[in-house]
């Protein structure tokens, strides 16, 4: 399968800063990536769809203007949580398209706001 | 209603013994496929197996069964020979239609594993 990973796997910011998820497919041209959120506890909850050279789709009930999301490359997408609040503190997890069905994901990043 | 529901916030099972975690779906598409996940502590999301709707046969991987009954729309996972290292939470997850699609998830399984 794909190789995945974050970038950082842990951060700590302050309230009202933007903080950058970085999300690369080491091993794969990826056109499609996906963002999730998962609080903890609970299960994974898609947040977007990440097309490579397009505008991301974003679920119903995200707002894309904090959670701005860049498909710049095959292998890189990035997730900037724009001025964070603490109730943006989640664990994200990216995930990459390999095949019509497959699925793999990265290794997640723990966000707190402080 | 929702589409993945799994009923066993938690399951123990002893080293060596077979566990089944159940996972029930709601869909009205004919052509769907359903996963199974493993997050251990780390927080990494492991593909275990899949059951495509039109497999006719249950699918197996290593240890990994799943118990997929079409008619009652359950896609159970039986687990074999449990090993400590298989404590981790479980996601039963789905994706509906021909195309691809998005995938829902269950809100998962804590499976505690003792020696």
């Known amino acids: 399968g794909a190789v995945v990973s974050q970038h950082p796997s842990w951060v700590i910011c302050k309230s009202g800063t933007s903080v950058k998820i970085e999300c690369r497919s080491l091993d794969f041209q990826a056109t499609t990536m996906f963002w999730y959120r998962q609080f903890p506890k609970q299960s994974l909850m898609l947040m977007a769809t990440?097309?490579?050279?397009?505008?991301?789709?974003?679920e119903q009930g995200v707002e894309k203007d904090k959670f701005l999301i860049n498909h710049a490359s095959l292998t890189l997408s990035t997730l900037t949580v724009t001025s964070a609040h603490p109730e943006d503190s989640s664990f994200y997890i990216c995930s990459v398209r390999a095949a019509l069905y497959e699925q793999y994901f990265g290794p997640g990043t723990r966000l707190t706001v402080t | 209603a929702q589409k993945i529901t799994q009923t066993q916030p938690g399951m123990f099972v002893q080293e060596k013994e077979a566990v089944t975690l159940d996972c029930t779906y709601d869909?009205?598409?004919?052509?769907?496929?359903l996963f199974w996940y493993k997050q251990p502590s780390s927080g990494e999301m492991i593909f275990l197996i899949y059951q495509g709707s039109y497999d006719e046969q249950n699918a197996t991987e290593g240890r990994y069964s799943l118990n997929f009954q079409k008619a009652r729309k359950s896609a159970n996972l039986v687990i074999s020979a449990s090993q400590l290292g298989d404590s981790a939470m479980y996601f039963c997850?789905?994706?509906?239609?021909?195309?691809?699609?998005?995938?829902?998830f269950g809100k998962g399984t804590m499976l505690l594993v003792s020696p």
């Open positions: 997850a789905m994706r509906e239609g021909r195309g691809y699609s998005t995938l829902t």
């Open positions: 990440s097309n490579e050279g397009s505008k991301a789709t974003y």
């Open positions: 869909t009205s598409d004919q052509s769907y496929g």
